[in-house]
């Protein structure tokens, strides 16, 4: 850990992993916790670089970070952070923190749970999250194949989960 210290604060910058990003945590003199979240942007930065081995310029690329001070919990599609041309700054698989499961592997599906609880399905042409409670109604895809009335509420992780890999493979 490194310590900088500020006028009346302190900056602390804290590091896992590499596989995790570095968050940093500033402690204001008034006892205020901010927590900053780093994602990977979509855009990488491109250096040329000579290769010694060959003597031929390559590009080398930086994943830079956009920081956050959103819970990944409270994360959605609605504060995606955008450019002002409304193109997203980071993957969306990254901002809602996805984690691809073995059962989506196994069925052919793009999806995951996140950390906000819900499980998403997805494709080229559209993402959908499905969690414990929510209502699925008759104009659903999924809602064709299951032989339940609609509408009707999902009970458990596992019919969430089910329904997350039914409309990943419905809209491939």
């Known amino acids: 850990m490194r310590f900088k210290k500020y006028i009346n604060s302190w900056y602390v910058i804290i590091q896992d992993d590499i596989s995790n990003p570095i968050n940093e945590v500033t402690a204001m003199a008034t006892g205020d916790i901010a927590i900053n979240y780093d994602v990977p942007k979509i855009n990488k930065e491109k250096k040329k670089k000579l290769n010694p081995k060959t003597n031929r310029m390559k590009f080398s690329r930086k994943t830079k970070f956009f920081k956050t001070n959103i819970k990944p919990e409270d994360r959605s599609f609605k504060n995606l952070p955008r450019y002002a041309n409304k193109k997203p700054i980071c993957r969306f698989q990254d901002w809602l923190e996805i984690k691809t499961d073995d059962d989506f592997k196994k069925k052919g599906a793009s999806g995951g749970k996140s950390s906000n609880g819900k499980y998403y399905g997805y494709s ?24 339940r009335k609609t509408p009707y509420t999902i009970k458990n992780d596992n019919d969430a989960k089910w329904h997350a890999i039914r409309f990943s493979r419905e809209v491939s």
């Open 124 to 147: 080229h042409r559209a993402v959908f999250g499905f969690k414990k409670g929510d209502v699925v109604k008759n104009d659903h895809h999924i809602a064709r194949d299951r032989k």
